[in-house]
């Protein structure tokens, strides 16, 4: 299985452009999840989906971020403005009751710095 | 609310000797509870769960972890640390949520330094 593959791995941009993370979940996985991890904030929960709709996008930090699954092989999170503050590793993650048995399984991580 | 408290930011341990990384948990009903590692510049890799049964669950790499429901607690363990098992753990919890997998709730993560 390839697992969950995030694009683009690593992302400088200068501030006030757009930035779109794209995450593919594992095959046969209904539920998809968002996190962001900084140094300090630890681990975030941004939202998450079950079944392409979201379900809890109560972490989602402001307008600025928005995030939808299309389908059920693919999502993104995109942040527009994008600010220095946003610089931070965002992780996709995918799981299944019947697939995984409820095991969340995460992608490598998009590596964001915004300047 | 679902939370999860890891009390220590740095667990070190000499190679050999065995370690424990402590976990205690807030849920209300029965909690899924998971450990996943984190080495440098890469994602959360699943070590081992809980969901329901024995107490006493094992997973990758010799750890294994111990849910205590008087206590609240799912600490990670291992008989004998190596060098290699240094990276920064993290402990989570989920509840059950039917026919799709809820969300993990996770601690704040604790470094574990194992020197040679």
């Known amino acids: 299985d390839a697992g969950v593959i995030q694009s683009p791995r690593h992302e400088v941009t200068e501030m006030g452009q757009e930035v779109t993370l794209r995450c593919k979940p594992i095959s046969g996985h209904n539920s998809l999840f968002w996190y962001r991890q900084t140094m300090m904030r630890g681990l975030e929960l941004l939202i998450y989906f079950n079944n392409n709709v979201p379900i809890d996008d109560s972490g989602m930090p402001e307008d600025r971020f928005s995030a939808k699954m299309p389908n059920a092989s693919f999502s993104t999170l995109k942040i527009q403005p994008s600010e220095p503050r946003d610089s931070a590793v965002y992780f996709c993650?995918?799981?299944?009751?019947?697939?995984?048995?409820?095991?969340?399984?995460f992608g490598e991580g998009s590596w964001l710095t915004v300047v | 609310a679902q939370s999860v408290a890891q009390p220590e930011d740095q667990v070190n341990v000499a190679e050999g000797n065995p370690l424990t990384v402590k976990c205690t948990y807030s849920?209300?009903?029965?909690?899924?509870l998971f450990w996943y590692v984190q080495y440098p510049n890469r994602g959360l890799q699943f070590l081992l769960k809980y969901i329901t049964g024995d107490n006493l669950v094992k997973g990758s790499y010799g750890f294994e972890a111990e849910f205590n429901k008087s206590q609240t607690s799912f600490h990670l363990k291992k008989p004998s640390a190596l060098v290699s098992d240094s990276a920064l753990y993290f402990c989570?919890?989920?509840?059950?949520?039917?026919?799709?997998?809820?969300?993990?709730?996770f601690g704040t993560g604790t470094l574990l330094a194992v020197q040679p």
């Open positions: 849920v209300s009903g029965n909690p899924y």
């Open positions: 989570a919890v989920s509840r059950p949520a039917g026919g799709a997998t809820n969300k993990l709730i």
């Open positions: 993650a995918s799981s299944s009751p019947g697939v995984s048995g409820n095991t969340i399984y």
